[in-house]
């Protein structure tokens, strides 16, 4: 009988890596879902919260994404009996996959330690109050596959468990450069992406923003590209006032536009991690030095293959049956994944035997 594996996605990106990783498990049957609660509060943020990656547009955009990619889904893994579960966020561990071995893998940039965040450490709140920052302090999974040297230090410190960590690259962040080949028609301008922070009841001075990309553009070609789960007509007309000249995308192949643009402009945002690979003149809330400690591995697209080998691994090693298992199916071992390495500080890396190129990060 095959064994069973649930990916839990979310976004559009963080379902597109779950899509990725599951390419290499064709031993296994693969089901697919978007992020969930598991109780009652998935009717209110449907209902309510419509920027949050548990209803309206974001979970609308992954169940089109599953549907034109031709992929199992099972509606919050209701049918339970999963080996393993892969996900992309740990900030709700929900009940049905609480009892199940789960590998966590870094969905991009992670949220500023705000308040949120040291209520979490310190008070003891809910880890989804706040945000991405929190991400991967439930200790809920067996390996956390993260996107560079940088970001190991980063979790860390804030308190993930060292051995539990891999750098491996990350899907969707780990080459860049085919985001070159694109069919864009416009090259040479100044690129500003906007946020949906006041759609997630932040403050922003949308104005600012504008004219700041504006002062930037200093005459050059201005083109905005707006957040997809944001107020799209208030944007528009806030974009129109104040910048009447510039174009504005509402849809579209965000990292084509990045790869095609001189500067980019945004406000704390993964997107300057495609930027900065690319070497484009950018305009952050994130310092550019931090952008670069944390920058993702460029491994050619390897990182999927990379995070499967681990797990296969991991699960050979615990479980002797997975290694009948996968040779029975595929006829394959797999003996070439990264193995940790634990330095003097208790700092766990990914090293690169068998041939496997990890660069870390400088």
């Known amino acids: 009988m095959r064994k069973k594996v649930l990916f839990i996605g979310g976004s559009v990106n963080q379902t597109s890596m779950m899509h990725a990783l599951s390419r290499y498990f064709q031993e ?58 892969v996900t992309c966020q740990d900030l709700i561990i929900q009940k049905n996959i609480k009892n199940k071995r789960i590998f966590l893998v870094q969905e991009g940039m992670t949220d500023p330690q705000r308040l949120g965040y040291f209520c979490v450490k310190r008070l003891g709140f809910p880890r989804w109050i706040a945000g991405t920052s929190a991400t991967g302090l439930s200790n809920a999974y067996d390996l956390f596959f993260v996107a560079s040297k940088g970001y190991a230090d980063l979790f860390i410190k804030n308190g993930v468990r060292p051995e539990k960590i891999m750098v491996t690259g990350i899907p969707n962040f780990d080459d860049v450069k085919r985001f070159l080949k694109n069919d864009f028609p416009y090259k040479n301008f100044v690129l500003a992406l906007t946020s949906n922070l006041r759609e997630c009841m932040e403050y922003e001075n949308r104005r600012k923003f504008i004219l700041k990309a504006v002062s930037i553009a200093a005459g050059r070609t201005l083109i905005f590209k707006l957040h997809p789960s944001e107020n799209m007509h208030r ?65 050619g697209g390897d990182s999927a293959r990379r995070i499967a080998v681990c797990i296969k691994n991991h699960l050979e090693k615990l479980f002797p049956e997975y290694r009948r298992y996968h040779s029975s199916q595929r006829g394959e071992t797999f003996n070439h994944a990264p193995r940790r390495v634990i330095s003097a500080r208790g700092r766990a890396f990914a090293k690169a035997p068998c041939g496997l190129a990890i660069r870390e990060e400088p």
């Open 235 to 299: 944007a528009v007309r806030e974009i129109k006032r104040h910048a009447p000249h510039a174009f504005v995308y509402y849809t579209g192949n965000t990292n084509h536009l990045i790869a095609n643009c001189d500067v980019l402009i945004t406000r704390y945002s993964s997107t300057v991690f495609i930027g900065e690979a690319l070497g484009k003149e950018i305009h952050a809330d994130i310092p550019l030095a931090e952008v670069r400690q944390l920058a993702p591995i460029q491994n």
């Open 28 to 85: 296994y049957d693969c089901f697919f879902t978007p992020y969930y609660i598991g109780d009652f509060r998935d009717g209110l943020m449907k209902k309510y919260f419509d920027f949050s990656i548990l209803g309206g547009k974001y979970k609308q955009h992954t169940l089109e994404y599953l549907a034109s990619n031709n992929l199992k889904i099972d509606a919050m893994g209701s049918s339970g009996d999963y080996d393993f579960v």
